[in-house]
């Protein structure tokens, strides 16, 4: 058998980023492809009728002229006819708001200059809107070789007391060594006007008044360019944030009516509606297909139980919370950060909630009050180890009796926004408030999106171990009680009043004596200009602290009688649910009612 010749190689060139074949390739290759080529859906578009593409093209906008212009060789030579300008016109007439087509450029050159976006010179793809004064379109790198700045004023000498920026239509551009922006000339007609000038100078007068004219009508044609560009920017951004929006309401009930086939079309209902609507899984933008809902159907099913599950331990929460108004109870988010709630909560395979959610409520609670008190009681216990304290019920018992002494004091940062500055006495907290002190709850709202409970021992709160010893160990013992033993709950039983001794002796006959209770007392400790001498107290005897009790006091320029109306004028009541939500806002009880009132605050929102 004869040897057959080798397949010849054909080589392939580069040009602007596409592979084109030499023009040497081989008639068989040259077969090859043009039997494997493969005709476009629109090839049969230029052999129709021109009646037919006239109707066409007049109702399309001037890019789409543009493109189908370059698809082929015969549509830019049918749109490229001087008798199709009409067809120019018609389209420019379609585009809302656009101006009116310059007298120095056509219908074909001003449809390319808005919609085109090829830089003129090097034909490369640009995102530059058009430099509507020098009517041309330029990508970055070329504006920086073909602007001259306007400041260079030698290269066009001023002509009859005419500048050149009154013969030259200038842009803004930042050159490559300037700082900042400046009028630049587009260096074609910088090159154009200088050869005018020296030509005869009756030419050259009609040249420059034509030059004048000519700036200022591109000029004022530039300006409602731009002011086009603008309303046509915005008004394509709202109509592709309505398709958005659009799309985000068809995908949200298409899951809707999806997830009501799974039976969950009233838990739906029962959520908020922004909290379903804000789910990454249900705001997007992107049309919902069977496979896209393959892939979040289990996530998006878990996610709702697992709301409706936190609905129901709210709800039973807000109730617990309704029926005992007195006892300090944690925020609604630390209730559901709980370990034994946020196991039901988040295990999948529980639904719907559990009774042991809504009947175990005080056992919950009562752990939860447990874990944080043994936190704090780690800060005040010293000497011990804390793994080995922990193991033994007794060594707890131990730590959380001292927590509850009078001596222990924590102090916190109330200087923070929303908490105002009062006394210092408020400063510093005795447990068990220092659980819900509106600095640790503010503190311990939200992190990275997430709720994270308070760490006791941040550096928001501190134990006082110097305040308790040099500062209430004095109040005890004018009351004849051991530091060591007396509580804080037995001190407020007692309501013993105090005189500081040391103010005493400096204050003159007839004077009026300053009484305190023993948490008023710390606070004036504090402040007390005579305190160098140390801190000296006096207990009043019953019947002068029953006196006391039953005066009036100056708050706030009115006068108050008896310690209930005294402690409702302080601004030291604050509104739980709102804390909740980050308002740490101080109130005094008659504000406190108004904010009921007014906000409805307690109203439960699931």
């Not at 016109?89 to 009116?100: Q, S, T, Y």
Request: charged share 25%; proline share 5%; glycine share 4%.
């Amino acid at each position: 058998m004869p040897r057959e010749n080798p397949r010849r190689k054909v080589r392939k060139t580069h040009h602007n980023g596409r592979i084109k074949f030499d023009a040497s390739k081989s008639s068989a290759a040259i077969t090859v492809a043009q039997r494997t080529a493969r005709k476009g859906v629109l090839s049969l578009l230029p052999t129709l009728a021109i009646d037919i593409l006239f109707e066409i093209f007049i109702n399309l906008q001037p890019n789409d002229l543009i493109n189908i212009m370059y698809t082929s060789k015969e549509f830019r030579t049918l749109l490229a006819s001087p008798n199709f300008t009409v067809i120019w016109k018609a389209a420019r007439l379609n585009v809302i708001g656009f101006p009116e087509c310059p007298a120095d450029l056509s219908e074909i050159q001003y449809a390319k200059l808005a919609f085109d976006c090829h830089c003129y010179r090097c034909g490369q793809r640009t995102s530059n809107g058009p430099q509507w004064e020098v009517r041309a379109l330029f990508c970055g790198e070329c504006l920086e070789e073909i602007l001259i700045p306007a400041a260079e004023r030698y290269v066009i000498p001023p002509f009859d007391d005419l500048a050149p920026t009154d013969l030259l239509a200038t842009i803004m551009f930042k050159p490559p060594n300037y700082s900042h922006e400046t009028h630049c000339y587009f260096e074609r007609q910088v090159k154009r006007l200088a050869i005018a000038i020296s030509g005869p100078i009756k030419s050259t007068n009609m040249l420059m008044a034509e030059a004048k004219r000519q700036v200022y009508t591109i000029r004022k044609h530039a300006q409602r360019c731009r002011v086009w560009e603008v309303e046509a920017r915005a008004r394509h951004q709202h109509q592709i944030a309505e398709r958005k929006a659009r799309m985000k309401v068809e995908r949200r009930e298409d899951i809707r009516l999806r997830l009501s086939e799974h039976g969950l079309g009233t838990v739906i209902d029962s959520l908020p509606p922004k909290l379903f609507e804000n789910h990454r899984l249900v705001n997007s933008a992107t049309s919902l297909t069977d496979r896209v809902w393959n892939n979040i159907n289990l996530s998006l099913v878990e996610w709702i139980q697992e709301q409706d599950k936190a609905r129901v331990a709210r709800s039973s929460f807000g109730a617990y919370m309704a029926e005992h108004p007195d006892v300090l109870l944690p925020s609604i988010q630390e209730f559901l950060t709980i370990s034994e709630v946020e196991a039901i909560l988040k295990n999948p395979k529980i639904y719907p909630a559990p009774k042991e959610l809504t009947e175990n409520i005080p056992i919950f609670i009562e752990n939860w009050r447990r874990k944080v008190a043994l936190h704090l009681a780690n800060m005040v216990t010293t000497g011990l180890d804390a793994k080995r304290a922990i193991t033994t019920k007794r060594t707890e018992n131990a730590k959380l009796a001292k927590l509850e002494l009078a001596t222990t004091v924590f102090s916190t940062a109330c200087t923070r926004r929303g908490v105002p500055r009062l006394s210092l006495s408020l400063k510093y907290v005795h447990y068990p408030w220092v659980i819900a002190h509106s600095c640790l709850s503010e503190h311990a709202t939200v992190q990275n999106g997430k709720f994270k409970p308070y760490r006791c021992g941040s550096k928001d709160l501190r134990h006082e171990r110097k305040i308790g010893k040099t500062i209430i160990a004095p109040i005890l013992e004018a009351c004849n009680l051991s530091p060591a033993t007396t509580t804080s709950a037995h001190m407020d039983t007692i309501n013993a009043r105090f005189i500081c001794s040391n103010c005493k002796i400096r204050e003159s006959a007839g004077a009026l004596v300053t009484v305190y209770t023993w948490r008023t007392a710390i606070g004036h400790a504090l402040v007390c200009i005579n305190r160098a001498k140390g801190y000296s107290w006096k207990k009043l005897s019953d019947h002068a602290a029953d006196q006391a009790k039953a005066s009036s006091s100056n708050i706030g320029f009115d006068y108050m009688v008896g310690d209930e109306q005294r402690n409702a004028m302080v601004t030291q009541w604050g509104c739980r649910l709102c804390l909740d939500r980050g308002d740490t806002t101080a109130r005094t009880v008659s504000g406190v009612r108004v904010h009921i009132l007014s906000s409805e605050a307690y109203v439960l929102h699931d």
